[in-house]
């Protein structure tokens, strides 16, 4: 058939996307945020177009993409094992460095065994969709993370939500499906709210219950916890919850992610997680990365303990200035900016101003509770921060956000 016929009919698959146009109103309006084409970092500042923006819109908490002990290990790693593993896990994709990863990270994380996969996201799906499968069920908090909700998708299993970090209504879940095998799953730190899971009271009702619990520590790994454990060692449970995932492409300065568990349900994964069997396996110098910042996070805790003091500042601050920051209780801190266009100019405005944020508008959220995700590094000075919260009480008066 020839391609006109085609795109005549009605059940063209391409018409959507022909019809699709709310992002060329936002790039008409001059306002379009996404995809911006960074030329240089230094972790803290950023050069966009020739710009220097000081980034409070990233996930590298601990500063560690430009640390000298994780570039060098890097670099050794890549002239070793060479640029790329060209295969899975399962077959040729398997480095020393990747067993030993896992190693480390399993008692990191206060578990018997752990295993690395490509990205956090291929993570979740496998280590979900592996485990739960037909016939089964995945409560989920209200506001996880979307990898989280494509892997309970991709098991086959039925899907129940419950009320953003509310026990009962988790309960409430719990005794509706007593009958069936449950995985409870939650961000341990909510990656667009900034608020930490109840995991206490989490685990606590799936024993309770029968079920059993993931906690994705993406946001919590190296941020969370006395050691930088995570969530379950934040609240003095290490080893507390049956499962704890993480990923690298945050504090770990890397690309890839990791289950840890008990050591017959990582061997059962490492057997039948799809996500695993059938992607290529993290290069060697996104793995050397990650235990470079193993041994960083180790070595250097005034990285966290500035990490926590800078989120202190920076959420102070913005909350003097009038700016609701909502949940925020962590590095993450949103600042509250109604509806999609005027998020969007509040971005521009301080993108222009030289700091680089984050809009997080619907689907992500409901249409009238959009914001600017900030989320702060160890390694940004006071000074710059201070220049972040300049902007903001500039911008945020001009556009009406908070009170002149
Ligand atoms: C809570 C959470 N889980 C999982 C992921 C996926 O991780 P990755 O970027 O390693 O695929 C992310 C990253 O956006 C996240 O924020």
Redesign the pocket.
């Known amino acids: 058939m020839a391609t006109d016929e085609r795109t005549a009919l009605a059940t063209d698959l391409f018409d959507k996307c022909r019809r699709y146009t709310a992002a060329h109103e936002v790039m008409a309006a001059g306002l379009y945020p996404y995809f911006q084409p960074i030329e240089a970092s230094d972790d803290t500042e950023v050069v966009v177009r020739g710009e220097r923006k000081i980034m409070v819109g990233s996930n590298n908490y601990l500063g560690l993409t430009h640390h000298p002990h994780v570039l060098e290990s890097a670099r050794a790693a890549l002239y070793r094992y060479g640029s790329g593993c060209t295969g899975s896990r399962f077959l040729n994709g398997t480095l020393d460095l990747h067993e030993t990863l896992e190693r480390r990270l399993a008692g990191f994380m206060g578990h018997e065994s752990a295993l690395v996969f490509s990205?956090?996201?291929?993570t979740?799906l496998g280590a979900i969709a592996t485990l739960v499968g037909r016939g089964g069920v995945v409560a989920q908090d209200r506001l996880n993370?979307a990898?989280?909700i494509d892997g309970a998708t991709l098991s086959g299993g039925r899907t129940v939500r419950y009320a953003h970090c509310d026990p009962d209504s988790l309960r409430q879940v719990l005794a509706e499906n007593a009958e069936r095998g449950v995985l409870v799953v939650t961000?341990g730190v909510f990656?667009m709210e900034g608020d930490v899971a109840p995991l206490p009271a989490i685990a606590a009702l799936a024993a309770e219950y029968g079920a059993r619990v993931l906690v994705?520590d993406?946001?919590s790994v190296g941020v969370m916890g006395d050691r930088g454990g995570g969530t379950a060692q934040h609240f003095g449970m290490e080893g507390g919850v049956d499962l704890a995932m993480a990923?690298?492409?945050k504090s770990f300065a890397s690309?890839?992610?990791a289950l840890a568990g008990p050591e017959y349900v990582i061997h059962y994964l490492k057997h039948h997680a799809r996500s695993l069997i059938f992607s290529a396996s993290m290069p060697p110098s996104a793995v050397a990365t990650v235990l470079a910042c193993l041994d960083v996070v180790e070595q250097e805790p005034w990285r966290r303990e500035r990490l926590w003091a800078n989120a202190a500042y920076l959420r102070g601050g913005l909350q003097a200035l009038g700016f609701d920051t909502g949940l925020s209780a962590t590095p993450i801190i949103p600042v509250a900016t109604g509806r999609m266009m005027d998020t969007f100019a509040f971005w521009r405005a301080l993108f222009d101003a030289g700091v680089f944020t984050n809009p997080v508008t619907p689907p992500a959220v409901p249409e009238a509770e959009c914001r600017l995700r900030t989320s702060v590094m160890a390694t940004h000075t006071r000074e710059q921060l201070d220049a972040v919260l300049a902007a903001f009480g500039r911008v945020g008066r001009e556009l009406g956000i908070i009170a002149a």
């Open positions: 990205t956090g996201y291929q979740n993370h990898s989280l961000d990656s994705d993406a946001h990923t690298f492409s690309i890839g992610g």
